[in-house]
T-cell receptor, first 112, second 112 residues
Framework: GAGVSQTPSNKVTEKGKYVELRCDPI?????LYWYRQSLGQGPEFLIY????????DSGLPNDRFFAVRPEGSVSTLKIQRTERGDSAVYLC??????????FGPGTRLLVL | DQQVKQNSPSLSVQEGRISILNCDYT??????FLWYKKYPAEGPTFLIS?????DKNEDGRFTVFLNKSAKHLSLHIVPSQPGDSAVYFC???????????FGTGTRLQVFP
């Protein structure tokens, strides 16, 4: 497809479990971003990749959160020992270097 | 500390009239501002942006105004259409960074 895609679209897990969320950016976009949106809030920055490297991971809330982009395209956000407070919509965006960020539809994570 | 604030959680406007959505910011280092529109169960869609060197940017029915001295920007939609009904997010970034700081959003409803 032409836009950013994210899988799964919905994920329900139990407290303490491990989850992986996947993002496929727009082809050719070198920059990739992860945001988290809680109910009633705007998206909150988590991490930004330029190519394969994390250029800014200042938004990751703690060491349970980790993201990779091994080949400079697809990225995976990994959450260990999930907590109920991790429930949110996780949004991925990509851009052609600096410039407008284009968002995917998000993954809705629910931790029971 | 909310660096980008959208103080009106909702706005209701009649079709054909002007919609004005407001946004205030506190960080004087912000130099690029964007508006995103979000429909339910979809990711934010880029609408319009403005650099801090400008005070106005227009694209069709959408105009963004920036008042740097007041640290205030607004989005004008004219004429408003029912399809404009969505949540609108204001976002900002600092020079040489790519992470976006979002407001909490304003829900616009355009009624016939």
């Amino acid at each position: 497809g032409a836009g950013v895609s994210q899988t799964p679209s919905n994920k329900v897990t139990e407290k303490g479990k491990y989850v992986e969320l996947r993002c496929d950016p727009i082809s050719g976009h070198t920059a990739l971003y992860w945001y988290r949106q809680s109910l009633g809030q705007g998206p909150e920055f988590l991490i930004y990749f330029q190519g394969t490297g994390a250029a800014d991971d200042s938004g990751l809330p703690n060491d349970r959160f980790f993201a990779v982009r091994p080949e400079g395209s697809v990225s995976t956000l990994k959450i260990q020992r999930t907590e109920r407070g991790d429930s949110a919509v996780y949004l991925c965006a990509s851009s052609p270097g600096q410039g407008t960020q284009y968002f995917g539809p998000g993954t809705r994570l629910l931790v029971l | 500390d909310q660096q980008v604030k959208q103080n009106s959680p909702s706005l209701s406007v009649q079709e054909g009239r002007i919609s004005i959505l407001n946004c205030d910011y506190t960080n004087s280092m912000f130099d690029y501002f964007l508006w995103y529109k979000k429909y339910p169960a979809e990711g934010p869609t880029f609408l319009i942006s403005i650099s801090s060197i400008k005070d106005k940017n227009e694209d069709g029915r959408f105009t963004v105004f920036l008042n740097k001295s007041a640290k205030h920007l607004s989005l004008h939609i004219v004429p408003s259409q029912p399809g404009d009904s969505a949540v609108y997010f204001c976002a900002a970034s600092e020079r040489n960074t790519d992470k976006l700081i979002f407001g909490t959003g304003t829900r616009l409803q355009v009624f016939p």
